[in-house]
């Protein structure tokens, strides 16, 4: 007879992916399995050097994973990760409750990340944008590429009282650029396939080179008929932004000097593409997908998470973690900003999970992308911390992180 192992997890301290594997190898996983499927998995990425190393604590001996990472850059698409993880997982033979798991976590940063670069977050680090006002069009759900010449509804940019006064003279031409936050946009990746393109013939573009809307800076550059003004609103000809985009700049075309004679249509010349954008001819666009940003170790961890998981027999159907979890406080940096802790794609899966939390207990990011997610795809019954694990102990973990802090930055696993 199978004795169900259960695992309990306490999150006191927060969790990242990379701790929780170190804290399986605590629970008695050959660090060889972790280590050697995480080496594996980055083979889709680059390379990768993965260690562990025992550590001496007030609370025993702790796990440190230690990785050395060599990929193109900080960012994944969401079609990439699934297909690495796939592949991965018929490489390692998971079986399908872990694969099953592997793939929840994946797919919860996916969304959660989708859900945290269309917030219309202005604050982006050092540089703060301020919106004057907002555009208004019959686009909900979804929005054109270019502004369609016959579009039917209204279309009106309606600016913040407090910025009316600078209509003054608008009028007087006849088009006018609008700069728009592009607050939907999904984050971005340096090199992008254009949306027309599908299949094995599609190419693939640097995004400086696209007018995709998933930018660094995700900017709209709208050139649109001037209608009327009436009071703090403009109404103009049709729109390609989606009702409530954030405006923050209104300029006047002038034709003697925005007239060009020079340039060219660079690699779209030959497009028949291009010919229904400048006929304003509908037409289909692939959707373009979210990206994972800083995903250097996201698919390392997943992959050891689940690996380990399984060495361990471990029930996922009766996993139990303390509560609340602790998400830490402040800021943190990333290679596209600074973002509160806990990060938008942090706050999007607690809220999506109903994971019970709490700030603190450091000024530090304790709870990451990767812990929440890898925490929401085990689906575990929320417990009182102060209640204990649920029977014996037989075994524990200690997965340690790599911040230096008042108190002890680890996750604890226990199994019974």
Same mark, same amino acid.
């Not at 301290?13 to 050959?30: E, R």
């Not at 609370?59 to 440190?64: A, C, F, I, L, R």
């Not at 995903?295 to 997943?302: F, G, N, P, T």
């Not at 890898?374 to 200690?398: D, F, N, S």
């Given at each position: 007879?199978?004795?169900?192992?259960?695992?309990?997890?306490?999150?006191?301290?927060?969790?990242?992916?990379?701790?929780?594997?170190?804290?399986?190898?605590?629970?008695?996983?050959?660090? =060889?399995?972790?280590?050697?499927?995480?080496?594996?998995?980055?083979?889709?990425?680059? =390379?990768?050097?993965?260690?562990?190393?025992?550590?001496?604590?007030?609370?025993?001996?702790?796990? $440190? &994973?230690?990785?050395?990472?060599?990929?193109?850059?900080?960012?994944?698409?969401?079609?990439?990760?699934?297909?690495?993880?796939?592949?991965?997982?018929?490489?390692? $033979?998971?079986?399908?409750?872990?694969?099953?798991?592997?793939?929840?976590?994946?797919?919860?940063?996916?969304?959660?990340?989708?859900?945290?670069? =269309?917030?219309?977050?202005?604050?982006?680090?050092?540089?703060?944008?301020?919106?004057?006002?907002?555009?208004?069009?019959?686009?909900?759900?979804?929005?054109?590429?270019?502004?369609?010449?016959?579009?039917?509804?209204?279309?009106?940019?309606?600016?913040?009282?407090?910025?009316?006064?600078?209509?003054?003279?608008?009028?007087?031409?006849?088009?006018?650029?609008?700069?728009?936050?592009?607050?939907?946009? =999904?984050?971005?990746? &340096?090199?992008?396939?254009?949306? +027309?393109?599908?299949?094995?013939?599609?190419?693939?573009?640097?995004?400086?080179?696209?007018?995709?809307?998933?930018?660094?800076?995700?900017?709209?550059?709208?050139?649109?008929?001037?209608?009327?003004?009436?009071?703090?609103?403009?109404?103009?000809?049709?729109?390609?932004?989606?009702?409530?985009?954030?405006?923050?700049?209104?300029?006047? $075309?002038?034709?003697?000097?925005?007239?060009?004679?020079?340039?060219?249509?660079? +690699?779209?010349?030959?497009?028949?593409?291009?010919?229904?954008?400048?006929?304003?001819?509908?037409?289909?666009?692939?959707?373009?997908?979210?990206?994972?940003?800083?995903?250097?170790?996201?698919?390392?961890?997943?992959?050891?998470?689940?690996?380990?998981?399984?060495?361990?027999?471990?029930?996922?159907?009766?996993?139990?973690?303390?509560?609340?979890?602790?998400?830490?406080?402040?800021?943190?940096?990333?290679?596209?900003?600074?973002?509160?802790?806990?990060?938008?794609?942090?706050?999007?899966?607690?809220?999506?999970?109903?994971?019970?939390?709490?700030?603190?207990?450091?000024?530090?990011?304790?709870?990451?992308?990767?812990?929440?997610?890898?925490?929401?795809?085990?689906?575990?019954?929320?417990?009182?911390?102060?209640?204990?694990?649920?029977?014996?102990?037989?075994?524990?973990?200690?997965?340690?992180?790599?911040?230096?802090?008042?108190?002890?930055?680890?996750?604890?696993?226990?199994?019974?």
């Amino acid at each position: 007879m199978n004795i169900e192992r259960i695992l309990t997890v306490d999150p006191a301290m927060g969790m990242a992916g990379d701790m929780f594997s170190a804290a399986l190898i605590g629970l008695g996983v050959p660090a =060889s399995v972790v280590t050697g499927v995480m080496e594996h998995v980055a083979r889709f990425l680059g =390379s990768a050097n993965v260690q562990a190393e025992i550590v001496s604590t007030k609370e025993g001996p702790g796990v $440190h &994973l230690r990785t050395e990472l060599e990929m193109d850059g900080p960012h994944l698409s969401a079609s990439d990760a699934r297909t690495y993880l796939e592949a991965a997982v018929r490489e390692e $033979h998971l079986s399908p409750p872990y694969a099953d798991f592997a793939r929840r976590a994946l797919e919860c940063l996916i969304a959660a990340e989708r859900e945290a670069h =269309s917030s219309g977050q202005l604050d982006v680090g050092e540089l703060h944008l301020k919106p004057i006002g907002i555009v208004h069009t019959p686009y909900h759900n979804e929005a054109p590429r270019q502004p369609q010449k016959d579009a039917k509804g209204e279309f009106y940019v309606e600016l913040f009282p407090e910025f009316a006064a600078g209509l003054a003279g608008v009028e007087a031409f006849s088009h006018i650029y609008i700069i728009s936050y592009l607050h939907r946009a =999904s984050g971005y990746s &340096l090199t992008v396939t254009p949306p +027309w393109q599908e299949g094995e013939k599609a190419r693939r573009v640097g995004l400086f080179a696209s007018r995709s809307p998933n930018r660094p800076s995700p900017l709209g550059f709208t050139l649109t008929q001037m209608r009327r003004v009436e009071g703090n609103r403009i109404y103009t000809g049709p729109l390609d932004l989606f009702d409530g985009t954030p405006v923050v700049d209104i300029k006047p $075309h002038l034709r003697t000097l925005d007239e060009t004679d020079f340039g060219n249509d660079g +690699w779209l010349a030959d497009s028949d593409h291009l010919r229904l954008h400048k006929e304003g001819i509908p037409h289909h666009h692939a959707s373009e997908e979210a990206v994972l940003h800083e995903a250097q170790d996201i698919l390392l961890d997943i992959m050891g998470a689940a690996k380990g998981l399984e060495s361990l027999e471990v029930s996922l159907q009766n996993v139990v973690c303390l509560t609340p979890v602790s998400v830490g406080g402040g800021q943190v940096r990333f290679s596209h900003g600074t973002l509160p802790v806990p990060t938008p794609a942090v706050a999007a899966i607690l809220k999506r999970y109903r994971i019970p939390h709490a700030t603190g207990p450091v000024d530090a990011e304790l709870l990451t992308p990767t812990g929440a997610a890898l925490l929401a795809a085990l689906r575990p019954r929320w417990r009182p911390r102060e209640m204990g694990p649920e029977g014996k102990v037989a075994q524990r973990g200690l997965g340690l992180g790599s911040k230096k802090l008042e108190l002890l930055n680890g996750l604890r696993l226990m199994l019974r």
